[in-house]
């Protein structure tokens, strides 16, 4: 059973095909890796999944409801939640505040709730907290929980995104560069962090990355694209011995780690 | 300094003792010489000495309380400056309550509104011209004036006014962000401003530049609020229901919307937060504090005309809100209460102190340089010094704190959920 379905996307800014009639299957509780030279058009076709940008062509479907073209909060209820390749926390929020703001769309009390402080208002913003704690414990952040995003060091910020988009209880999760200026250390944890939410928390995984060592290591199934087309999909060791792969992004010396 | 005061504010029965002091000091000077507006200066900074010393909120709020509804106007009662002080409280009252929806908008949402004051000017107009004969000229149906008991329900419908308007501004506004935003509702601002001065033909609403007078003055079981001591209770009721909404909205899921679009749109959104209903809601809720405010105005005033609502009106209260701190519920209390002192009595007082100056012949102050002509000047001053030493405001403000060992706790005693992360922690 397939949860994501993208079927001839397509997105041109004026004359520029930036992604073009890419096909691409996610299975459910599956790892996909979508990896390519710069410029490929990998984040373009994560924001055209999210609703930021509308595509030109093309449909998306969740669980096999068309989502093409809806705005990005609405396919946040639908149950896609998101990290960001150049990190985007609300950074003067405590890091509570950024999990719980995760947690918008499943939180049902309204302005007369709040203002009244409604039993029903009160007893779901306890278990907000609540929950939203034990997402930081997870994450291993729940001693800086009244830190403001920003003054965490880079890794933490990295984690703080995660545990951001799971609060939105996604049935996917878009990982844009998740271990981009880890060191090497910081992408081992951050391998298993990937490895094992996916599991315990019952997600699908796409995540965008330059780090071939954590492709290869945790995907189930890789999708390269190049100028904007999809040239080859597989499982990783498919991928890695694929030639037209080698000659678009790895470059010759991969041959060798191949 | 820092250190002594930490363990002045730990001893909480010297703390509390040389607090009632103060207070009851300064009381006693407002009572007994009249027209020492430092005394008066000085109890309402009481307030801000309650703001940092370590009670808990209740004991806080209930002190507050007392101060504001018994000591404050029993102290200023005693003498012939009384309803001057009382007017100034009013005012102070109605611009802190117009200030706390502004930073709704600003500080909150970190939408930028340049004509907030409109939403202000629509209340005073509603009462206004509802509770004169000025209805009559246009409305096919009802009795004008209706009486001034009728002001209990226009304080809703000016609520209500000022949201709809809002709504109105903001769904075609929220399409432009940051300095053209700025420039739309600066836009907005001076065209209600000049609608209300020229609505006077064809047909006659609003009276035009004349403005209207003898507006109705509240009514309650018969008693009528003509006197600014009994607005005070007015305005402080409405002021402490205005303060209690705006302390749970920036608390509830709609506040952590709000600064989730003001930190991050993008984020925001893919986090699910509706940008549009959620900006709408920011401006709808700032809006209906003014709307509600510009009532009381009207009533307090029994005359408006459009020179009340101009331009500079808008800057000062987004001066009021910059210079409390944005989003600080009480940096922005006090933000405005400064400027409002600031505008109504001190440079007042400043200029009648120097006008005696030259009426003596001591020194001799061109008509053009008196103080109260300075205002602009002077915001423009705060707004330089501001920002170079101080751009988060007099008192910033903070996110809400949570409780480590409260939370860890609750969440242990549930089940063994947690567990199930201990591998990753790093």
């Not at chain 1, 096909?23 to 076709?45: E, M």
């Not at chain 1, 709040?114 to 930081?136: D, I, K, S, Y």
């Not at chain 2, 209903?277 to 509600?292: E, N, Q, V």
């Not at chain 2, 400027?339 to 200029?351: A, G, P, R, S």
Request: one cysteine or more; glycine letters at 10%; aromatic letters at 10%.
């Amino acid at each position: 059973m397939n949860l994501l379905e993208i079927k001839g996307l397509t997105k041109n800014f004026g004359g520029l095909a930036a992604v073009s009639n890419v096909n691409l299957n996610v299975p459910k509780n599956s790892i996909t890796a979508v990896i390519g030279p710069n410029g490929a058009g990998k984040t373009t076709l994560f924001n055209m999944v999210t609703g930021v940008y509308k595509p030109s062509a093309g449909d998306i479907l969740l669980n096999g409801e068309p989502i093409t073209g809806l705005k990005p909060h609405a396919v946040a209820r639908k149950g896609i939640a998101r990290t960001f390749q150049n990190i985007r926390l609300f950074d003067s929020l405590s890091v509570m505040e950024n999990v719980l703001i995760g947690m918008h769309s499943r939180l049902k009390s309204n302005f007369f709730g709040a203002v009244f402080q409604l039993p029903g208002t009160r007893r779901e913003e306890e278990a907000a907290q609540m929950e939203a704690f034990e997402l930081l414990q997870y994450v291993g952040l729940d001693g800086l929980l009244n830190e403001p995003a920003t003054n965490l060091p880079y890794g933490a910020q990295r984690r703080l995104e995660i545990a951001r988009a799971l609060a939105v209880k996604p049935k996917l999760l878009l990982l844009d560069e998740p271990a981009a200026g880890m060191n090497p250390k910081e992408t081992k944890e951050l391998t298993d962090l990937i490895r094992n939410m996916c599991g315990e928390k019952d997600l699908t995984i796409i995540l965008i990355e330059h780090d071939m060592k954590l492709v290869m290591e945790i995907s189930n199934h890789i999708a390269v694209l190049d100028h904007g087309e999809n040239i080859a999909e597989g499982k990783p060791v498919e991928i890695r011995n694929n030639p037209r792969v080698i000659e678009a992004y790895l470059g010759k010396g991969a041959l060798a780690y191949a | 300094m820092g250190k002594y005061w930490i363990a002045f504010v730990a001893n909480k029965s010297l703390s509390g003792g040389l607090f009632l002091l103060y207070v009851i000091v300064t009381s006693i000077g407002i009572y007994l010489s009249q027209k020492s507006i430092v005394s008066f200066l000085l109890l309402l900074a009481s307030l801000l000495i309650l703001y940092f010393l370590q009670f808990p909120d209740k004991v806080k709020w209930a002190a507050a309380l007392v101060i504001l509804g018994v000591v404050l106007p029993f102290a200023a009662s005693h003498g012939q400056s009384y309803q001057s002080y009382m007017d100034v409280a009013v005012m102070v009252g109605i611009y802190v309550a117009m200030a706390l929806g502004l930073n709704i908008v600003v500080g909150m949402a970190g939408l930028l509104d340049l004509g907030f004051i409109a939403f202000f000017a629509l209340g005073a107009y509603t009462y206004g011209i509802f509770t004169t004969s000025q209805a009559s000229h246009f409305m096919p149906f009802g009795h004008y004036p209706l009486s001034g008991a009728s002001f209990w329900m226009f304080i809703l419908i000016g609520c209500l006014f000022g949201a709809l308007f809002g709504v109105l501004l903001g769904i075609p506004v929220l399409r432009v962000k940051g300095d053209y935003l700025a420039m739309v509702t600066l836009g907005f601002g001076e065209i209600v401003r000049i609608v209300f001065n020229n609505l006077d033909k064809p047909i006659n609403i609003t009276n035009g530049a004349m403005g209207i007078s003898s507006i109705a003055p509240p009514e309650l079981f018969g008693i009528r609020f003509i006197y600014p001591s009994q607005f005070y209770y007015v305005v402080l009721v409405l002021l402490l229901i205005v303060i209690y909404m705006v302390r749970r909205l920036e608390r509830s899921k709609m506040g952590r919307a709000w600064k989730a679009v003001r930190e991050n749109e993008i984020a925001a959104q893919a986090m699910g937060i509706p940008l549009v209903k959620t900006k709408l809601a920011a401006f709808a809720i700032g809006a209906s504090f003014s709307g509600a405010m510009g009532v009381v105005f009207a009533a307090k005033q029994a005359f408006v005309d459009p020179t009340s609502f101009t331009y500079l009106e808008s800057t000062t209260i987004l001066v009021m809100v910059l210079l409390g701190g944005m989003g600080s519920v009480p940096g922005v209390i006090l933000g405005a209460s400064i400027i409002t002192i600031l505008n109504l009595q001190v440079l007042t007082e400043v200029t009648n102190w120097l006008n005696q100056l030259s009426m003596s012949g001591v020194l001799k102050i061109p008509d053009a340089l008196s103080p109260a002509k300075m205002q602009r000047f002077i915001f423009g001053l705060l707004l330089i010094v501001f920002a170079l030493y101080r751009s988060k405001g007099l008192l910033p403000a903070k996110n809400m704190h949570y409780d480590l060992e409260k939370l860890a706790r609750r969440t242990h005693s549930m089940d063994a959920v947690p567990a199930a992360g201990e591998t990753n922690k790093g």
